[in-house]
């Protein structure tokens, strides 16, 4: 059974750092490009981040404070989000796909997580 499971999110105070995993399982994990998006009520989902096989993408408001990484022993991708600032609270997904033009597309993506909520608020 294909599922992409998120955890690691929580509340945190502004400055403050978590890490989000994603463990996939029945797809071959390795090859595919897997991302991190988020979405904040009453918009679409927005790309964070992206790992593929040679390269590592990053949105620029989180450039310098978050780090995408992957285990392929583990079929797990994590999101280290350092000095993290109110307008990234979001709920944060987890998707794999193939990519074919751009990174950032949604439709790029074959694959889902349920979601995480991050919370970051003093």
């Known amino acids: 059974q294909l599922q992409l499971v998120e955890s690691g999110g929580g509340l945190v105070q502004p400055g403050g750092s978590l890490r989000l995993s994603c463990v996939a399982s029945?797809?071959?994990?390795?090859?595919?490009?897997m991302a991190w998006f988020r979405q904040v009520p009453g918009k679409g989902r927005e790309g964070v981040s992206c790992?593929?096989?040679?390269?590592?993408y990053y949105e620029g408001s989180v450039e310098g404070r978050f780090t995408i990484s992957r285990d392929n022993a583990k079929n797990t991708v994590y999101l280290q989000m350092n000095n993290l600032k109110p307008e990234d609270t979001a709920v944060y997904y987890c998707?794999?796909?193939?990519?074919?033009?751009?990174?950032?597309?949604?439709?790029?993506?074959?694959?889902w997580g349920q979601g995480t909520q991050v919370t970051v608020s003093s």
């Open positions: 998707a794999a796909g193939r990519l074919s033009k751009t990174w950032e597309r949604v439709e790029e993506y074959d694959y």
């Open positions: 029945g797809f071959t994990f390795d090859l595919y490009d």
């Open positions: 790992i593929s096989t040679s390269d590592t």
